[in-house]
C-alpha cells in the first residue's frame, strides 16, 4: 500500500546547500554572511524574557511589518512577513496561479522556482540567459502564454544584475501579470525595485534576512507589494500556518534592521572582497561572471567544476557545484572574510598547479 498522495509521489524537492555537521570547513556554498549579526541582535538576544515564549506570536507580527514598512517607506498593508524568504516565494504559487497557469523564468536562476511550480502544477516557461548569461529584457517585453514572471535580481546563481530601468520595462509591460522579483541578494547589489512597488500592482519584491543581514538562521523574510497582493498571500499563510514567524525571530529582526549602519559596512566590506577575489581568480585563469552580489560564479578553463569542487571539498573548502545543463563547468564561491578568501586562493592555486 502507498499511502503517499501522487502530488507527493511526483515532486522532485529542492536539495539545499550541504551543512556539514562532521568537520569545521571554510565553508562558502550558502551565500551565508561571513560576518556576525550587528551587536543590536546579540543585545536583544540577551535581554530576551524567556517567558514570553509561554505565548503564541502576534500572528500579524505587526512590530516588525511596521519596522520593514518604515524602512521601504510603504504602508504595513504593503508587508507581508515569513519565515524565510523562501516560504514567502514559495506561497506567491498558491496565491497567484491555478494549476496548468503558466510562470515564466530564467533558465539558470534559482532552482527551488521549479520545485514549487511543479508542486503546484504551475508550469514553468524557461527563458535562456544569453551566452554570457545575461537576462535578454524584450524576452519578457509583453509576453505571452503566462500567468506570471519570476526575476532572481540580481540572479543567482550567476550573481548578475539586470538594471532597474529593464526590470520595470518587463513590469510596465506585463500589466495583466504579476512580476515577482526575489531580491534576496539586492543589498549588495544596486537594482533594488522595492520603493516601486505603489506605482505598480503587479510588483511583488521578495526580500531576506538571511545574507546581508546575518540572519540565515533565524529564517525572516518577507515581501513587499500592492495590498491585494499581500492580502493573497496573508490568505495562503493563514491557510497553512498563523504563525510563521516566532517571537524571538520577530524580535532580532527588528533589532537587526534598526541597524543600517552596521550593515552598510558589512555590505561594503563584502563587496571589496568580492572584487579582489574575483580579480585573482581571472589570474588563475578563471572566467568570474560580473557579480553584484555576496558570491561569485567561475569556470576554469582547464578544470571542471567537478573537479574544483571535489578537490576544494577534500582540503576543507566547501562551495557549491550544479549540475545544470549550461553550468555544471562552474563553481559559485561565496564571499566570506579576508582570510577565508586566502585560505580559498591558496587552495585553488593549488589544485590549478598541479594540473599545469
Ligand atoms: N532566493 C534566492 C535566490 C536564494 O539564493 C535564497 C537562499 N537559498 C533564497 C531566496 C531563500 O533564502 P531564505 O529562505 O533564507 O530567505
Redesign the pocket.
Known amino acids: 500500500m502507498n499511502y503517499l498522495s501522487r502530488r507527493c509521489r511526483s515532486i522532485q524537492p529542492y536539495i539545499?546547500?550541504e551543512q556539514p555537521q562532521d568537520k569545521k570547513y571554510v565553508k562558502l556554498n550558502?551565500?551565508e554572511c561571513p560576518y556576525p549579526p550587528s551587536p543590536e541582535v546579540e543585545k536583544t538576544l540577551k535581554e530576551f524574557d524567556a517567558g514570553r515564549l509561554r505565548r503564541y506570536p502576534d500572528p500579524e507580527n505587526a512590530k516588525l511589518v511596521a519596522t520593514i514598512a518604515a524602512r521601504h517607506g510603504v504602508n504595513a498593508e504593503n508587508v507581508f512577513v515569513g519565515n524565510?524568504?523562501?516560504?514567502v516565494?514559495c506561497m506567491c504559487f498558491p496565491a497567484f496561479f491555478d494549476e496548468n497557469d503558466g510562470i515564466a523564468y530564467a533558465d539558470v536562476t534559482?532552482s527551488?522556482y521549479k520545485v514549487w511550480a511543479h508542486m503546484y502544477g504551475v508550469n514553468s516557461v524557461k527563458i535562456p540567459l544569453d551566452d554570457e548569461f545575461k537576462l535578454v529584457p524584450e524576452d519578457y517585453v509583453g509576453i505571452k502564454g503566462v500567468k506570471g514572471i519570476m526575476i532572481?535580481n540580481p540572479n543567482?546563481p550567476t550573481g548578475m544584475p539586470l538594471g532597474r530601468l529593464d526590470l520595470l520595462r518587463i513590469v510596465e509591460s506585463n500589466p495583466d501579470k504579476i512580476v515577482i522579483v526575489?531580491e534576496?541578494?539586492g543589498e549588495f547589489a544596486s537594482c533594488s525595485v522595492a520603493n516601486r512597488v505603489n506605482d505598480y500592482p503587479n510588483l511583488l519584491v521578495?526580500k531576506?534576512?538571511?545574507?546581508a543581514y546575518a540572519l540565515?538562521g533565524a529564517?525572516?523574510?518577507y515581501a513587499l507589494g500592492n495590498k491585494s497582493l499581500i492580502d493573497g498571500l496573508k490568505a495562503v499563510k493563514n491557510s497553512m500556518n498563523s504563525y510563521t514567524v516566532n517571537a524571538l525571530t520577530e524580535a532580532i529582526a527588528i533589532a537587526a534592521l534598526s541597524d543600517k549602519k552596521y550593515y552598510a559596512g558589512v555590505v561594503d566590506k563584502i563587496n571589496a572582497e568580492r572584487e579582489e577575489t574575483a580579480d585573482a581568480l581571472r589570474e588563475l585563469d578563471f572566467e568570474v561572471l560580473p557579480s553584484s552580489s555576496n558570491f561569485i560564479f567561475a569556470r576554469h578553463k582547464k578544470l571542471s567544476g567537478s573537479e574544483i569542487y571535489f578537490s576544494l571539498k577534500e582540503n576543507g573548502v566547501l562551495v557549491r557545484h550544479f549540475k545544470g545543463e549550461r553550468i555544471s563547468d562552474f563553481v559559485r564561491i561565496t564571499i566570506g572574510t579576508r582570510e577565508e578568501m586566502k585560505t580559498l586562493l591558496a587552495e585553488v592555486k593549488k589544485i590549478v598547479k598541479n594540473r599545469n
Open positions: 539545499a546547500g550558502t551565500n524565510g524568504s523562501d516560504e516565494l534559482y527551488f532572481c543567482a526575489d534576496a541578494y521578495v531576506t534576512l538571511s545574507k540565515a529564517r525572516c523574510g
